[in-house]
């Protein structure tokens, strides 16, 4: 990848596909957690993937997936690479990582400084890690991702690691230039960001989400 990476998550419908081609992103996120309003099948997902670019990443999103599960999901959605959004260990991630041949997202909550020093524990198991706004107990019905919710982009400032890693977390095209100056990140993450109404991707939104993390 090269210049600032883009993710726009949580892809539903063909219009976002052919948005997702239009602006040369670098991976798209299918969510594969049924709680969530950007919930897939694997076979939607296949169908969805199958309009992509070929330069285009699919990412298979998960929480706290159990083998079987993974297993139905590889098998029925062929993804590039499976993002964890649950509770998984680093041992969880190598076992992931492992079994499937694929590289992995470990997505991380983040509130504080010892959020972002946990980080650490997984970067000889993931192949990135995800920065994401930590869901507030207060919040009802709180998605583990996906939630609109910013957190202090500071924390990131002077975080520095070998493992890549992707910033998210209330991205949008109004924010998003500022996010990256202030936390550095080479990659970002956007799902709520650019929809219309939640599990509904805008396609204006995201091209303006791309040309705002472009400027």
């Given at each position: 990848m ?6 726009i ?204 993390v472009?400027?």
């Amino acid at each position: 990848m090269s210049g600032l990476a883009i993710k726009i998550c949580g892809v539903t419908t063909p219009d976002a596909i052919e948005a997702v081609n239009a602006i040369e992103a670098d991976m798209v996120g299918l969510n594969f957690f049924e709680k969530s309003p950007r919930y897939v099948t694997p076979q939607q997902a296949c169908d969805l993937a199958a309009g992509l670019k070929s330069s285009v990443q699919s990412v298979a999103l998960v929480v706290n997936a159990h083998d079987d599960e993974l297993d139905t999901i590889v098998a029925g959605a062929a993804p590039n690479i499976i993002q964890v959004h649950g509770a998984e260990t680093p041992e969880r991630v190598a076992q992931i990582k492992a079994r499937f041949g694929l590289p992995v997202i470990k997505a991380l909550p983040v509130e504080t400084t010892d959020d972002i020093e946990k980080a650490r524990l997984y970067e000889d198991a993931a192949d990135w890690l995800l920065f994401d706004a930590k869901p507030p107990k207060s919040l009802d019905n709180a998605l583990p991702g996906g939630n609109g919710l910013v957190f202090d982009w500071r924390l990131l400032t002077d975080f520095t690691s070998h493992c890549p890693w992707m910033l998210s977390g209330g991205l949008d095209a109004d924010n998003v230039a500022e996010a990256i100056r202030i936390s550095g990140a080479r990659a970002v993450d956007v799902s709520s960001g650019v929809e219309s109404k939640p599990g509904l991707k805008d396609p204006q939104r995201i091209k303006e989400f791309a040309a705002a993390v472009r400027s």
